[in-house]
């Protein structure tokens, strides 16, 4: 009788340790089993309703469709004329796929579509050096733990003295449309030259088109490490360490993103990551740390994907809005709910890119006033050695309107631009003061041949002699208003092409501001509609000198 009542309360105790007792922590591997089971449980029925998970869609077809860097040495390159790819993120691609049991297929994306490829459909996932940001937070859906990280760098020649942000204000630094840097990049008092794929960037660097380059340290560190590329630059300093994120599409990807986050914390756990990081040569000092942490009691669990403790956050990098943001973003809603216009207006909502887009406002004016007064003084002095009577002055004169003139606009601007930073340290100043001399040279010289030819043929009707006099001068230069006016309306006409050679105006002020934002098609419809009224108000102007110089001399005879 005792010994069944000591068995009883034994069983009582342990019924009571084991209700009292915590339940056992599930394993991301058990938890991506259980959910691949039941997607695979629900097939054939769920494959062709619209509004099917991604999950479900990758595992009917048996396709992953891959969005990856085309040409990103290390990560994502092609071997030879093959569809075959390696690097790091093919590789951490493909295992996903195997996990899933599926094959995968390649998307080009460039840093410019990545997020648009997801939005659109175009991808399953995009695998692609993107590094994760609180600003595109809102735009795609990244996936934690982070299966990388990097370092931005500037990257330059190694005789070059620099260290720091203050060795290069006002300099030109050359990066790839879409850097998340590039948001940082353009508040510290640097030019940037833009380019769609960051392979054209150590070109750009060994001949001489870039003083300085900005991309993420893994994309370089394969460059300096050979000997030809390694022995001429070197990184500089590095700033904005960013997580890399897998990324889906934002809306019907709930069950892919919960399976990728499992197959990423496992394959941190058991080293995989680091494994193929090894493998294709990559930094692996983010890896092995998150190797590290991955086998952890706080982070063996399958809930770890959500814990702050576990994973990343992503890098703030978020502009401070400006004062008006909130008007200016509802005035937008406003304006797409009533009249069906999407409009994008960054250079209104936050405080880096509307400080851009207010200097490059008024630079645009002083490039313009520059430029008009640069043309008119130039034809005049152009005009006056054309008009004085000595073979040398007028062949030289000719000479040098004749040169100025077969210059293409481009070269003149640039060899302009060389020349001024030869003589001068460069600031956005001298960029905008050699364009103004670039510009008012070839239109100055081309009303200042109109001018010398008014001379000519007034000599030739008689009536002034063949001596320099103001008379004269002053004929030939009323005689050429029609074209000197002409020659002032191309100076503002051609005052955007200035920023092809740095010179901080409106249309390089915006091509900065879409290097980090959306939009494109707004701000550049705003430039024509600036452009287009300032080239009216100075037809306005002329017009208006023509009419007063006519009404004088009516009034003079």
Known sequence: MIGALRGTLAVLVLVLLAALSPARAEKPDEALDALLAKVRSEIPETCD??????LVRILCTGTMRVGVRWNYPMFSTLVGDTDERIGYDTAVASAIAARLGVKTEWIHVRAATRISTLAEGGADVVIATMGHTKQRDGQTRYI???????ETIVVGARELDISSWDDIKGWRVCSTIGNHANSYLVTQDVRLMLFESAVRLPEALEDGTCRLASQDDSFFASFIAVPEFGDRFERKFGFHAVPWGMAVA???????????ELISAIMHRDGEFLKIGIENSVFTGFLEEQHDKWQTPACVDSSAVTDASCVLPALDNTPLPTRFADEVNATVDWIKANLGLALELPMLTSVPAFELFTAGIVNSLILVIGALGATLG???VFGFFAVIPLRVSRFVTWGIVTTIQSSPVILT???????ATTIFT????????SAIVALGLMNGANAGQAIGEAAESLQRDGQYGSGLNGALYGAAVRR????ILSFLTNAAKGTPIASFTGAPELLSALTDITSFSAGRGTMYTMVLIFYIAVVF???????????????????QA
């Open 426 to 433: 460069y600031s956005p100043a001298v960029a905008l003061g």
């Open 378 to 380: 130039f034809s005049l």
């Open 144 to 150: 934690r733990p982070h299966y990388y990280s990097s």
């Open 49 to 54: 309703k619209e509004d099917a998970d991604t």
């Open 480 to 483: 050429s208003l029609t074209q």
């Open 537 to 555: 108000l100075v037809v306005w102007a002329c017009e208006r000198v023509r009419t007063r110089l006519n009404k004088r001399e009516e009034a």
């Open 250 to 260: 934002q809306t019907g990807s709930d069950e892919f993103a919960t399976a990728l």
């Open 413 to 419: 601007l640039v060899v302009a631009g060389t020349v």
